[in-house]
């Protein structure tokens, strides 16, 4: 209890997540359900962009990029979202020349069907 303040003792479970990274003109394809996230992983010194495709109906994903921080925080970049949204782009000029983790969220909100949507990411 109490977070990394508190006091508790015991056994314990760490989940550990490897995020998949995205590739230069590779195309990712995945399918997320309502009320949940996929995660992916960039690592650049360098502009990019992110292109986004919803291939099925159903749910409206929010495409997230964020840098991890060197306190391991995760400071929210850019985010691209809409009921109506089917494709997009997102560019990111990073303010340093060093290499820096970015994290790409692409996420649902709540729904009462069980319902799942197909998207394609492409790193550019």
Known sequence: EGGRAGDSVG??????????VLNVDKPLTGKITADSVDYYAIKTGSSFSVAYERLTRGLYPRLNIAVLREDYDLHEVARLAGETLVSGAIGIAPETS?????IVSVETGYSHEEIAVEYTLVLE
Not at 11 to 20: A, H, I, T, V
């Open 11 to 20: 056994e314990y479970f760490l989940d550990f997540n490897q995020l998949p």
């Open 98 to 102: 060093e290499a820096q983790v970015y």
